[in-house]
């Protein structure tokens, strides 16, 4: 079975500054998709930004990009230009694209932004 | 409607009391879903629907936990016998289909917050 994992419960960063955060999954499967999901305190789920296993470029939306490594299994997201409004659970999620399946989530990491 | 709705927004019960929660889904999104946010816990997958039929409830944590979708739309997630670890954010999400390009922009409610006392 396919497992998402985030090592890091906590982080803080100062305001402007960037932060890395970190994800490992694990899978057989060579087709799949990622995703960072922020779930602010209103508790209103977004989508970040996504990545499809067989595009070996890594996705940008404006200050938010990821650093996408198939072989580690590893899918980071860093923030540039850290605003208060980044403030929030983050949250790692893994697809299948071989199977028809349920969206697999990582169990957060909380975003402290200091002023 | 232009979001996924869910209702009530919090709800505090004593324990052994059964609980509907309730989500209203994006218009014209075939696939739902449920997943249980419990406090420093991810989200734990728990049913979801394509239409009204539930291909996988594997996520459901005992029997006492139930849920339907009528007419393709709202969705009720019921707990029976509620106990103290049933307390969570119920989180809802709806997506255009559950299999294809469709399926990977989930839209999701806000929540419904239940607290067993």
């Not at chain 1, 960063?13 to 060579?30: F, G, P």
């Not at chain 1, 305190?41 to 296993?53: D, K, N, Y």
């Amino acid at each position: 079975a396919q497992t998402v994992t985030q090592s890091q419960p906590e982080m803080s960063v100062q305001e402007a500054e960037t932060v890395t955060l970190s994800c490992t999954y694990d899978t057989s499967e060579s087709d799949y998709y990622l995703f960072w999901y922020k779930q602010p305190p209103s508790r209103q789920m977004i989508l970040v930004i996504r990545q499809e296993a067989y595009k070996q470029q890594n996705a940008t939306e404006n200050r938010f990009s990821v650093n996408f490594q198939k072989a580690a299994k590893s899918f980071s997201l860093k923030i540039s230009d850290s605003q208060l409004g980044d403030a929030a659970m983050y949250f790692c999620a893994y697809r299948s694209a071989e199977r028809d399946d349920k969206i697999i989530f990582g169990k957060g990491t909380r975003l402290h932004i200091l002023p | 409607g232009a979001g996924v709705s869910q209702s009530p927004s919090n709800k505090v019960t004593e324990k052994g009391k059964d609980v509907e929660l309730r989500c209203d889904p994006i218009s014209g999104h075939t696939a739902l879903y449920w997943y249980r946010q419990s406090l420093g816990q991810g989200l734990e997958f728990l049913i979801y629907f394509q239409g009204n039929s539930a291909p996988d409830k594997s996520g459901l944590p005992s029997d006492r936990f139930s849920a339907e979708r009528t007419g393709g739309s709202v969705s009720t997630l019921t707990i029976q016998r509620t106990q103290q670890e049933d307390s969570a954010v119920y989180l809802c999400a709806s997506s255009l289909y559950h299999s294809g390009s469709g399926a990977n922009v989930l839209t999701f409610g806000a929540g419904s917050r239940l607290t067993v006392l």
